[in-house]
């Protein structure tokens, strides 16, 4: 048993070494990945560039060597003796430096009798038994009335081609053929000259390349660099991070703009944070406070017994309030961490919500009394897939905010309207109340900020709306505000249409 634990935990940290190991940088990781490409396709190019040297090469000295036999053909018909044991042309030594210098030509000389004959500028250096071989081919090659090339397997079991050309007298009869034989390998062989200068133009092209693949990728990977080291700061808590973007790519322009720009919405966040946490600190301190004086002064009997019932009231009352902050704060964490779930069903959207707004008239009946309440909806039944009391509480909350807007306002006025727009259900609750300033439009569904109007008129937590965006998106759609400009707020929650026509 101890020694499976052992192993267990040997590989449990095997695992985290690999996971933590040490990851490349990047302008190593590329340039080193490049650079291997770089050389592995000079590498293709070379080896590709030497066959098709070697095979120019070949084609090449193959029509030098029909040159020069033609020129044998030429001065062996304006010979007299042609049956000569030895024959020899002078100027083969200077055609053999145009074709293969260091190599002398195999030329032999056939007449109409099959008697073959060597060729020579010089003593031929040739061994006997290698010469005999050749006398053999050539005497199995035919004459050939047209010069001609004939690929040929050597005695030795070589690649060799034969360049024939026919020998005419004056009244153009063929009597006899001057015979070339080139070894393949000996006419593909290049000068160590050549072979230097092609590897000297493959490693040029390798150090130039790596220089403008390491000098771009170091451009590339410098801003790269900066970002990854600026989200180190960033994950630090340095919300004070602003990038250059003087930088000509567009992609990295983007980048590094989103980030500076991200940088300050997150700096900005978290001084709201800060803020926003030192009012729910206080929103939940001061009704527990009022709860503790109150009982305080019932225990401590410093009010008369007639007031002690009044005094408990309002600690009930406080109580209430309490633990209906702390209930949002709770629902609200529920949601978001997805553990209360949505039952949706179809749902006529114009009937449950002629429902919610008679109920809402009746639990707030008082306040209403100088509210003119308008509702405006479509002639055509709206039907959609919705949650039916998640989609009460939206409404709920969306009116109990325009009725703190319009609160003691002479001329009050509440508009809900719905409608359909393509694929959509558009419901709207537009208020004449105080508005939302526009410093404050960016952070109305942020958890737990309230705006400061809001702050002056009631007590809460600043999650209605944050809450009622969760269940509009969870429900499938979208909650919005549409227009807010000081005398006027409008709210618009958009849910999918089921078409049932």
């Keep these: 048993m101890e020694r499976l634990r052992h192993y ?44 098709w040297i070697r095979h120019n090469a070949l084609e090449n000295r193959l029509e030098l060597t029909k040159l020069v036999a033609q020129e044998i053909a030429e001065h062996a018909n304006e010979m007299e003796d042609t049956n000569a ?25 056939k ?75 000996e006419l593909k062989h290049l000068n160590k000259e050549e072979y230097q200068l092609l590897g000297l133009l493959l490693i040029s092209l390798a150090i130039l390349g790596w220089l403008v693949i390491y000098s771009l990728s170091k451009k590339l990977a410098k801003p790269v660099e900066e970002v990854a080291n600026a989200a180190q700061r960033l994950m630090n808590g340095d919300y004070s991070i602003t990038l250059n973007d003087d930088v000509q790519e567009k992609e990295l322009y983007q980048l590094i703009q989103s980030f500076n720009e991200m940088t300050k919405r997150l700096d900005t966040l978290e001084s709201l944070r800060t803020q926003l946490l030192a009012g729910v600190t206080h929103e939940l301190k001061t009704p527990i406070t009022s709860i503790s004086a109150l ?36 629902n609200f964490n529920s949601f978001s961490a997805g553990s209360i779930k949505v039952n949706k069903e179809e749902t006529n959207v114009q009937a449950i919500l002629k429902e919610i707004i008679y109920q809402w008239e009746i639990v707030h009946g008082d306040s209403l009394s100088s509210v003119s309440l308008t509702y405006v909806s479509s002639e055509k039944a709206l039907y959609a897939m919705i949650d039916s009391v998640r989609f009460q509480q939206i409404l709920v909350n969306l009116l109990n905010n325009s009725l703190h807007a319009i609160k003691g306002k ?28 526009k410093e404050e439009q960016d952070f109305i569904f942020e958890r737990f900020y309230r705006g400061k109007n809001k702050k002056d008129v009631e007590r809460g937590l600043g999650l209605g709306l944050p809450y009622s965006l969760l269940l509009a998106k969870a429900l499938g759609g979208n909650l919005s505000l549409q227009q807010s400009d000081g005398c006027s707020t409008m709210f618009l929650l958009q849910i999918p249409l089921i078409h049932k026509y």
């Design 410 to 437: 002479e001329e009050a006025k509440l508009e809900i309207k719905v409608r359909y727009y393509q694929k959509n259900i558009l419901v709207t609750v537009e208020d004449n109340g105080y508005g939302i300033p």
């Design 85 to 109: 044991k030895d024959i020899r042309f002078p100027f083969l030594q200077d055609r053999q430096q145009f074709i293969n210098p260091g190599q002398p030509l195999e030329v032999y000389i």
């Design 8 to 51: 267990v935990a040997s590989a449990i940290n095997s695992i985290f070494k690999k996971e933590n190991k040490e990851k490349t940088p990047l302008l190593y990781y590329w340039t080193k990945r490049y650079l291997l490409t770089l050389i592995g396709g000079l590498l293709i190019i070379g080896v590709v560039s030497i066959i």
């Design 111 to 185: 007449d109409n009798s099959g008697a073959v004959r060597s060729v020579s500028q010089e003593p031929n250096p040739m061994p006997n038994s290698e010469l005999n071989q050749n006398e053999s081919l050539i005497k199995s090659l035919q004459l050939e009335e047209e010069l001609t090339i004939k690929k040929v397997t050597t005695w030795n079991n070589k690649k060799a081609s034969v360049v024939i050309a026919p020998i005419k007298n004056d009244e153009e009869k063929v009597t006899g053929a001057v015979y070339i034989i080139q070894p393949h390998n």
């Design 295 to 330: 009982i305080q002064a019932v225990n401590d009997n410093v009010i008369p017994e007639n007031r002690k019932k009044e005094f408990l009231t309002m600690s009930l009352k406080e109580s209430a309030r309490l633990q209906s902050m702390v209930e949002d704060l709770l």
